[in-house]
């Protein structure tokens, strides 16, 4: 995720908008402190709202020229101008506070708020010039955090040296106050001046509209103030946000002019710097909401948090009336501007995100205009109030009745948010959601948006990802359920029914055309295993006839292994992060015509699956620190099984591995290349375990050099020998209970994640973050169960047969029975009956040979639920002989060394028992389909995508992300951009997603 400091001239207009802040509210507390000194009662409040008024006129009648300008003229030259003209307005107030004119000096808070008029609108679109629409919402947090600091800051440092220089002074009245403190005004112009300077550092982001034209009769009948604002009516959601900020800011408006009054009856205070101290409780509140908010709307728009904070705002203004000390007010009046904070950023960052750029000063100004119309309104009422002499508590209690109606508004004109606000009390605390690409999310017209279906909640998970509403699609049987239809009826569901989805799809072609955001899974089922399903064709229908409108793919990552899922149970287990949050990732792909087909759009979700992936990779921990964790949390269960049922538990292992890693990092080859030759078994897994533990790279390519052996022979000097299986229990249970990262460390040498774990026989190197990538995307894809046992006979030194017999089960936990393929063929069957293996990894040699020993008999395989094997066109004979002599299915997968040990895999089909579908997940004359997280491209001899499928080329890798993959040399014409890696064979893709490599 990028800083916003990353953006350049992100700070200089960071500390514009700080001082710009600072100075307004220097000038206006002193005027106000002013009146708070010479003033009591209702007629405090009448000129408190007055001066608040005068701030507030500017905006009002200055809408339609702030937009103008805004739109017109480059938005850093309009904040530019706008400073300078805060320099002449605090000049003439230094002035007035000279000559003790205290009238002029309150009259000039005029001159200030035009400035702030025109300015706002340049303040807030400069926003998305400067960072675009993903981190849209943390900006927005960031601007309100700085602006109401500013305005602490402002209120704190001005009433602290107001309340400074008239110690001793004699309070005649409000000319000689402003006489008293006159200095205050170089104060104003000093930091004036600094924000014309900063002004000067802010980039050009945008050219502006030359050619847009403002004419004055026009604005006089008020033509302009009609044009802008239909154009906000036309748009409910800017509408909707512009009607809740402007009830918040309109009730503090009331809050702010009638507290000094209520303070000073209820608690006799009269010291405008506690005064002032109090309400400023307000403006850090609002800075503390502002962060949050922003942080809770990682790279996309919360708007869940505006029912929270509408309703949290409204028990905060109920209890206000009633507390009677200092302390308790300063509470009640942070936690006011926490719920603010927390209901405005939201409703800022909505209408920046659905204003069109031409438009975005004009939105921007028209919400300025409805904002402080309001709070004039509101203004007029509070002296109204005063008039029948009702009592500032009153004003304040009847506030809070104000807000109650307002949040019964945005809960009655905002279903969603309140779906959202559900659904996200429900996931905060287990799940973390990070939004991929927010900026593929087009801000209007119609949207189909299109991906796959992994869980029961994904329609949540899309639906707190898009700011805009979204209408589902749900089967019929699930929507007639008695508890569920009031409840999707109400958020506009559409069932559809399998073999008679025409009037659904006519349903969504209606919506498309007026402009919504509607979502299918084209999948129509969620996943059995994992993996993408065959995407129907049906949503093409509900297309027709559209002008307009686009397809977004999208990727959901992070529910497979969930409770939600059709996961096994072992796998839930598994993928339950310790002490954190799940991480879930919803990935938008760039906007596809409306006529897309089903198969090019499963194509476009396999490329985005390899995006998010490689996202969801940056929490990676070391895979030093993941090896040792999962080893710890296995303790006693067995890790190794032996030939006669003897076992070795993982906590053995890990001591082992720890110990050799001790002695690796002794002989400092951190960063080097180790060869390793020792036995099947126990000493082949401590070795590597304590070779990455170390930070050394697994070659299996050289035979000279460093090599760790079980024996010593001591015929090199470059031999590493296993030390003895340690057994002490002491030393097992302290080395195995104490932190991971500190065994890590101590041990060994955790390695950044780009750097090499495995040297494969080409001399090019697989690094760690694609070796526990790859081992998540095999374990999820094959479904893990409580009850699995790997059997792997191999030959050692192949990656795609290290994963499934080493890697893969060392990060999972899983139990082994290891043996090279050089070994018996009776053994390996005997060692497959005898520990009920369930998962099997057999090498060329071995595929071939078995059926060919007549010893062996089928039932010695019974407990085998999945034979794997690497593709080749020898291994597809050899796995039809297989089946046919044992019974047994062989799956095929596809290697995809130097990049990753294994690209694509076949799987058992999936059978649907509700709906009686299958989901394919074997082709057998194909190496199956891609990874999750893996996607595969069939290019010409010219590089580019051949045109269909079932077309023959070369195959390409695409892993999302390309600069997570270090590239040893180049890549050559075809993979220039470094996106697509070549995996140097040729052949094609079917129309379903399989991946068939051409013969050898």
Request: hydrophobic share 50%; aromatic share 10%; proline share 5%.
């Amino acid at each position: 995720m990028r800083k916003l400091t990353d953006f350049k001239g992100f700070l200089p207009y960071i500390s514009v908008v700080f001082l710009n802040a600072f100075v307004d509210l220097g000038h206006k507390i002193v005027i106000q402190n002013t009146v708070f000194k010479v003033y009591d009662g209702n007629e405090q409040v009448v000129l408190t709202a007055l001066v608040n008024a005068l701030i507030l006129l500017p905006f009002i009648l200055l809408f339609s020229p702030a937009g103008f300008l805004s739109d017109k003229f480059p938005k850093h030259q309009v904040m530019r101008v706008s400073a300078w003209a805060v320099v002449v307005a605090t000049l003439l107030i230094t002035f007035c506070y000279y000559q003790g004119w205290f009238w002029a000096a309150f009259a000039l808070t005029l001159l200030l708020a035009i400035q702030s008029a025109i300015y706002s609108p340049a303040k807030y679109g400069y926003i998305k010039e400067l960072v675009g629409n993903e981190p849209l919402a943390r900006a927005n947090g960031v601007v309100n955090a700085v602006s109401i600091l500013g305005i602490l800051l402002g209120t704190f440092v001005f009433s602290a040296l107001f309340e400074w220089m008239l110690i001793g002074a004699e309070l005649s009245s409000s000319n000689h106050i402003v006489g008293k403190i006159a200095p205050l005004g170089w104060l104003l112009v000093g930091l004036a001046c600094c924000e014309v300077a900063l002004t000067y550092r802010l980039t050009q982001k945008s050219e502006g509209r030359p050619d847009k034209r403002f004419e004055l009769a026009q604005y006089a009948r008020l033509g302009y103030l009609r044009r802008n604002l239909a154009i906000l009516q036309r748009r409910p959601a800017i509408w909707l946000s512009i009607v809740g900020l402007s009830t918040f800011w309109a009730i503090a408006q009331v809050v702010l002019a009638a507290f000094p009054a209520f303070a000073k009856a209820s608690l006799g205070e009269t010291n405008t710097l506690v005064i002032q101290g109090i309400l400023a409780c307000t403006g850090l509140g609002i800075v503390l909401g502002s962060v949050l908010a922003g942080r809770l709307s990682r790279n996309y728009i919360e708007i869940g948090l505006i029912p929270i904070g509408a309703l949290g705002l409204t028990l905060a203004l109920f209890v206000l009336p009633g507390l009677d000390s200092s302390v308790a007010l300063a509470l009640c009046f942070l936690l006011i501007g926490t719920m603010g904070g927390l209901f405005i950023v939201p409703l800022n960052a909505l209408i920046q995100f659905h204003a069109l750029p031409k438009q975005l000063g004009t939105v921007l100004a028209g919400n300025n205009w409805v904002q402080n119309i309001t709070m004039l309104s509101f203004l007029g009422i509070t002296v109204w109030v005063a008039t029948l002499n009702l009592s500032a508590a009153w004003l304040l209690g009847a506030m809070g009745f104000v807000a109650l109606v307002g949040a019964g508004y945005t809960l009655f004109k905002l279903p969603h948010a309140f779906v959202r606000l559900v659904v996200s009390f429900l996931f905060k605390g287990r799940y973390s959601i990070n939004v991929v690409d927010f900026n593929n999310l087009p801000a209007q017209g119609p949207v189909l948006l299109l991906g796959n279906h992994i869980s029961w909640i994904d329609w949540a998970l899309v639906q707190i990802a898009c700011p805009r509403p979204v209408r589902f699609v749900m089967q019929r049987e699930i929507y007639h359920q008695p508890l569920i239809k009031p409840f999707v009826k109400l958020f506009g569901v559409i069932p559809i029914a399998k073999g008679h989805s025409d009037d659904a799809l006519q349903e969504v072609n209606k919506h498309l055309q007026a402009g919504e955001v509607v979502c299918l899974f084209p999948e129509g089922a969620i996943s059995r295993n994992g993996q993408l399903g065959k995407f129907h064709s049906g949503y093409q229908r509900a297309t027709q006839g559209l002008d307009n409108g686009v397809i977004v793919p999208f990727y959901l990552h992070g529910l497979w292994g969930s409770q939600f899922s059709r996961s096994s149970e072992r796998l839930r287990e598994s993928r339950a992060p310790e002490g954190r949050r799940r991480e879930l990732i919803v990935a938008f792909g760039a906007p596809l015509a409306i006529s897309t087909e089903a198969k090019a759009l499963k194509q476009k979700v396999f490329e985005l699956a390899a995006h998010a992936w490689q996202e969801h990779s940056q929490g990676f921990q070391s895979t030093a620190i993941n090896l040792i964790q999962s080893a710890q949390r296995q303790g006693g269960q067995a890790a190794l099984l032996g030939a006669r049922g003897e076992t070795i538990s993982y906590r053995q292992l890990l001591v082992d591995a720890l110990i050799l890693a001790k002695n690796l990092k002794g002989k400092r080859l951190t960063g080097k290349s180790v060869v390793i030759e020792t036995a099947a078994g126990r000493d082949f897994f401590v070795a590597h375990m304590a070779a990455w533990i170390a930070g050394v790279t697994v070659d299996l390519a050289s035979a000279s050099g460093p090599r760790i052996i079980s024996e010593p022979t001591g015929a090199d000097a470059d031999e590493i020998a296993l030390a003895k299986p340690h057994a002490g229990l002491a030393a097992n249970f302290i080395l195995t209970l104490l932190p991971a990262r500190l065994l890590a460390h101590w041990f060994g040498s955790p390695q950044a994640l780009h750097t090499a774990a495995l040297r494969t026989a080409s001399g090019q190197a697989i690094d760690h973050r694609q070796l526990q990538l790859n081992s998540k995307q095999i374990s999820d894809v094959i479904n893990t169960r409580a009850d699995d046992v790997v059997g792997g006979f191999i030959d050692g030194k192949n990656p795609f047969e290290l994963m499934f017999s080493l890697i893969m089960p060392l990060f999972e936990g899983l139990p082994v029975v290891h043996q090279f393929d050089d070994e018996s063929l009776l053994t390996v069957a005997k060692k497959v009956a005898r520990s009920r293996v369930t998962l099997m990894c057999l090498s060329p040699s071995l595929l071939a040979q078995l059926p060919e020993q007549e010893e062996i008999e089928p039932i010695m395989f019974s407990a085998l639920r999945m034979v794997i094997s690497e593709f080749s066109s020898a291994a597809v004979r050899h796995a039809t002989v297989f089946e046919q002599r044992f019974n047994q299915p062989v799956y095929l997968g596809l290697g995809g060394s130097p990049w990753v040990p294994v690209v694509s895999l076949n799987v058992p089909d999936a059978l649907d028992t509700t709906y009686w579908r299958i989901q394919r997940g074997c082709d057998k004359r194909s190496a199956g389909m891609p990874l999750p997280g893996l996607s595969v491209l069939v290019r010409d001899h010219q590089g580019l995508p051949v045109g269909s499928f079932n077309q023959p080329g070369e195959l390409v890798l695409g892993l999302g992300l390309a600069a997570l993959v270090s590239e040893p040399e180049p890549l050559g014409h075809a993979c220039a951009d470094k996106t697509w890696l070549p995996l140097d064979k040729k052949g094609e893709l079917t129309d379903e997603g399989f991946v068939v490599p051409a013969g050898d």
